[in-house]
T-cell receptor, first 114, second 114 residues
Framework: GAVVSQHPSRVICKSGTSVKIECRSL??????MFWYRQFPKQSLMLMAT?????????EQGVEKDKFLINHASLTLSTLTVTSAHPEDSSFYIC??????????FGQGTRLTVV | GQQLNQSPQSMFIQEGEDVSMNCTSSSIFNTWLWYKQDPGEGPVLLIALYKAGELTSNGRLTAQFGITRKDSFLNISASIPSDVGIYFCAGPSNSGGSNYKLTFGKGTLLTVNP
């Protein structure tokens, strides 16, 4: 399956600052990538679909100005959490889809906002 | 939207025992995926199912696509300590006409006592 690399794996930032998370598809050209958020002991919740060369598609209830997504190339999508607050602390995971709906995930990024 | 009901929520077993978990849905899925997530990591694809009635094995893991397309189960035989983790079922959502957005079950937390 596709190999997906996410960076950083952990980040701590101060309230009010912005944090950028990178998701790279290392062996597969991905026109679409997906960003998920996961709270402790909960399932993955889709935040947005990242589309190469066009605007991301956000799920209902996800603030697009808060979570900026850029998909500038077929191998890189970035998620920027702007003006971060403690409630934004979470585990963020990206994925690419290959073949018949099979999703392959990055290692995840643990964001802690203090 | 589509929802997946996964059970049990958690399981505590002894090493060597067999494990079974399942997912059900009120609507039809054309694909069933089973993932395992270790703490602090992204989910890893275990088994993908594409045809109703399909039974697929991956080592000690066996999964079946229910004949009604509304359910699937995952069995783990002769469990070992490294089987510990959270297991998720997932299927592509039909919302928005995209087959690639995944809906996840709430997960089954498996603990294996040596």
């Amino acid at each position: 399956g596709a190999v997906v690399s996410q960076h950083p794996s952990r980040v701590i930032c101060k309230s009010g600052t912005s944090v950028k998370i990178e998701c790279r598809s290392l062996d597969f050209q991905a026109t679409t990538m997906f960003w998920y958020r996961q709270f402790p002991k909960q399932s993955l919740m889709l935040m947005a679909t990242s589309n190469e060369g066009s605007k991301a598609t956000y799920e209902q209830g996800v603030e697009k100005d808060k979570f900026l997504i850029n998909h500038a190339s077929l191998t890189l999508s970035t998620l920027t959490v702007t003006s971060a607050h403690p409630e934004d602390s979470s585990f963020y995971i990206c994925s690419v889809t290959q073949g018949n709906s099979e999703a392959f995930f990055g290692q995840g990024t643990r964001l802690t906002v203090v | 939207g589509q929802q997946l009901n996964q059970s049990p929520q958690s399981m505590f077993i002894q090493e060597g025992e067999d494990v079974s978990m399942n997912c059900t849905s009120s609507s039809i899925f054309n694909t069933w995926l089973w993932y395992k997530q270790d703490p602090g990591e992204g989910p890893v694809l275990l088994i993908a199912l594409y045809k109703a009635g399909e039974l697929t094995s991956n080592g000690r893991l066996t999964a079946q696509f229910g004949i009604t397309r509304k359910d699937s189960f995952l069995n783990i035989s002769a469990s070992i300590p490294s089987d510990v983790g959270i297991y998720f079922c997932a299927g592509p959502s039909n919302s928005g006409g995209s087959n690639y957005k995944l809906t996840f079950g709430k997960g089954t937390l498996l603990t294996v006592n040596p």
